[in-house]
């Protein structure tokens, strides 16, 4: 079966500074008609940072659309900035962990929320973390509290829901597969 639809027709319902929004018309594999409503982002990283004596650098800070606190790794969007991912990755870790890494390994790439959202997120594996000479300021109104967690206590924090965060959830994951 063919699963692709045929945008008939679209409409940009909001331009911002982190996202667009459009509303698509369809027609689907079935012939019906069909809207769509997709936000648009310019794509993401996200770090699962290991300080020399493995434990992981976490973050945490008010996110408004979940209206708590979350526990996550750093990450960031993709702007003009940067030259590419790799780069984005470097800033991210300067402007929010203050450490430049050694070693920089991709894991791999998803979607955040197919359901509504482009955005696509690269994981990566940043090692041999150093303190970083030239700090980047951080985002305007971004408040984090850095800490560090073994692996165990990572675990047991997705365990009892202090992390709740997906990307930071598939990094602690890949962190454990990585130690067998």
Excluded: C
Aim: glycine share 4%.
């Amino acid at each position: 079966m063919d699963f692709e639809e045929r945008v008939t027709s679209s409409t940009e319902i909001y331009k911002g500074a982190i996202i667009n929004v459009e509303k698509q018309s369809v027609e689907l594999p079935n012939g019906q008609l069909a809207f769509r409503e997709i936000v648009h982002h310019s794509g993401a990283v996200a770090i699962l940072a290991l300080t020399r004596d493995n434990k992981i650098i976490l973050e945490k800070q008010w996110r408004a659309p979940a209206e708590t606190t979350t526990i996550e790794i750093p990450a960031g969007k993709v702007d003009q900035r940067d030259s590419n991912f790799h780069h984005a990755v470097i800033r991210e870790l300067n402007e929010e962990i203050r450490y430049v890494p050694q070693k920089v390994r991709a894991l791999y790439g998803f979607y955040t929320s197919v359901g509504f959202s482009d955005e696509y997120m690269r994981l990566y594996l940043a090692t041999d973390l150093e303190p970083v000479k030239n700090q980047l300021p951080r985002d305007k109104g971004e408040f984090l509290e850095i800490f560090e967690k073994t692996l165990d206590e990572a675990i047991q924090m997705i365990a009892n829901g202090e992390i709740r965060d997906a990307k930071t959830i598939m990094a602690i994951q890949y962190w454990q597969l990585m130690q067998k």
